[in-house]
């Protein structure tokens, strides 16, 4: 079996929280995805210099070929990693045009902030038998 990718997030956004709670839950047996913030330690080790200043501060995959997916195609990809229902849902999402898609991640990125409440640290509250898929450097 692959190894687990990594889902940078921004440790101080609670929708990012959410969306990170959200797969660490559904990745029952944490064999999809391990999880670090943005611009922390894991991050400077394994993603290269010059791609890091471009990424934005919200959600990013470093998949296991060593791609960097954001915004929408972050997220499609972290649903189709998923079991159930959720693979219809990114295969369906998959069908709309990318501008449009980044468009609406777009929008609901600008407002997060307002919308949802600034986390007090960086990694999200979980039960403690998912806190060992969370790199907190």
Do not use: K
């Not at 080790?45 to 998949?63: C, G, H, K, N, W």
């Amino acid at each position: 079996m692959a190894a687990p990718e990594i889902v940078f997030y921004d440790g101080a956004c609670g929708l990012c929280h959410r969306a990170v709670r959200f797969a660490a839950l559904r990745d029952r047996d944490g064999s999809r995805f391990r999880f670090a913030p943005l611009h922390g330690v894991t991050f400077h080790e394994r993603v290269p210099p010059e791609a890091q200043p471009r990424l934005p501060d919200s959600i990013v995959v470093l998949t296991g070929d060593g791609r960097l997916l954001t915004r929408s195609e972050a997220i499609l990809h972290m649903l189709s990693r998923l079991d159930g229902l959720w693979r219809v849902v990114a295969a369906l999402g998959g069908l709309a045009p990318g501008r449009l898609r980044d468009g609406a991640y777009d929008l609901v990125a600008r407002t997060r902030q307002r919308l949802f409440a600034r986390p007090e640290g960086v990694c999200p509250v979980l039960p403690p038998h998912l806190r060992d898929r969370f790199e907190t450097r």
